[in-house]
């Protein structure tokens, strides 16, 4: 599976871990440097360059190295687990790291943290009253990614008041959707929903047509076994 140029099947490679790592300490440094040395509002024109300076190379080795250690997270998480899982593990810690470079950068040109954090937590309580079922969703699928009741493959019986009592056959596991098998054809169901219902794996072979068990149709009712008729 490929995101947006990336291969979540392919190996780690030590080059890109060593990448990463070393882009996230030239990050901290550059985080630590331009708080203590740079002062974007002075009326010293070198301390104001060292601000801006730390500022826009911490905005390229945060991005390298957001880039490098979640790509490595993911194909660490498909090598474990499945392509999905990595996808989902990538973006989660994607976003989160992005967010977190984006305040270590309001930290170096000396924007207040503090009425941002005021400002974020107001526009969290709007976004996720307004998108509280595919946040769910998203919750919902990392904790089926950590607590795996199924993988991709299994046969399994969904119990739920929603969809009641179906077995089904796991085909992919996303970030607000999983997909199976059902007899009606192909069905995606939301991950809120299989995480509030019962799950248990099922045999495949129990789908298949038992064997009759009625006698032979061959021996005929009028002749029973051991006995002959007698003509005349």
Known sequence: MTRRGLDLKAPLRARDVVVGLVALGLSIALVVLGTTLGRIHSSKTHLVIIAWACAILLLLTGTIAIRRITADLGRLVTHRSYVGAGAIVRLVTTGASYVVLLFALFGVLGVSVSHL????????????????????????????????????????????????????????????????????????????????????????????????????????????????????
């Open 117 to 232: 954090l005021i400002g974020a937590g107001v526009a969290g309580v709007v976004i996720g009253i307004a998108a509280q079922q595919s946040l769910a969703n998203v919750f919902a699928s990392l904790v089926l990614l950590f607590a795996r009741p199924f993988v991709v493959g299994e046969n399994i019986r969904i119990r739920s008041g929603v969809l009641g009592v179906i077995d089904v056959e796991v085909l992919g596991i996303g970030l607000t959707y999983v997909t199976v098998r059902t007899e009606d054809g192909i069905l995606k169901v939301p991950n809120s929903v299989l995480l509030a219902s019962g799950i248990g794996q099922t045999d495949p072979k129990s789908h298949a047509p038992h064997a009759a068990t009625n006698p032979s149709p061959s021996t005929s009712s009028d002749e029973q076994p051991g006995t002959s008729s007698v003509n005349g």
